[in-house]
């Protein structure tokens, strides 16, 4: 017996929940970050799903993120390439891959996946973070308790 294709709507539901819940997980560190498709047609326009409502005020998501939920394997460099690269915004390929298990799709991991030139920046900025704490005793009292708060509001 041939197995039932799914279709489209079930693919683009998928692809948007995804979406959905990257918000979520930036939201705790970019409370005002929003899928591009409901905010910037522009972004969305230019493959990126994620987006500040009001980029003249708010400036833009220091993220150029582009979410995909699939079961088979991506070209990642293809579609790194398609993304904006000249605004010095780390382009993120999200990548949620699933697998069919019987009648439904299930997730089996998610992957973040970036130029490796962006990734060594991450590594810079670490490594700035782990020199900076060094000097953290020469921070008056209520400078360390403010950076204290604002680092416990995003789980560190």
């Known amino acids: 017996m041939a197995e039932k294709k799914t279709n489209g709507r079930r693919n683009r539901n998928a692809g948007h929940a995804w979406e959905r819940e990257g918000v979520k997980d930036f939201a705790l560190f970019y409370p005002k970050v929003q899928t591009s498709r409901n ?84 590594v810079a900025y670490r490594r700035g973070f782990e020199i900076m704490i060094k000097y953290w005793d020469a921070l008056t009292k209520e400078d360390q308790e403010l950076v204290s708060t604002q680092l416990k509001e995003i789980g560190l």
């Open 39 to 122: 905010v910037n047609h522009a972004r969305d326009a230019a493959k990126v799903d994620l987006a500040y409502a009001d980029e003249y005020k708010d400036g833009r998501f220091p993220y150029n993120c582009q979410y995909k939920s699939y079961s088979t394997a991506l070209r990642y460099y293809q579609l790194l390439s398609e993304m904006p690269s000249d605004d010095g915004i780390p382009n993120v390929v999200m990548h949620k891959q699933t697998e069919r298990v019987k009648s439904k799709f299930v997730t089996r991991d998610k992957f973040a996946i970036m130029y490796y030139d962006d990734f060594f920046k991450f």
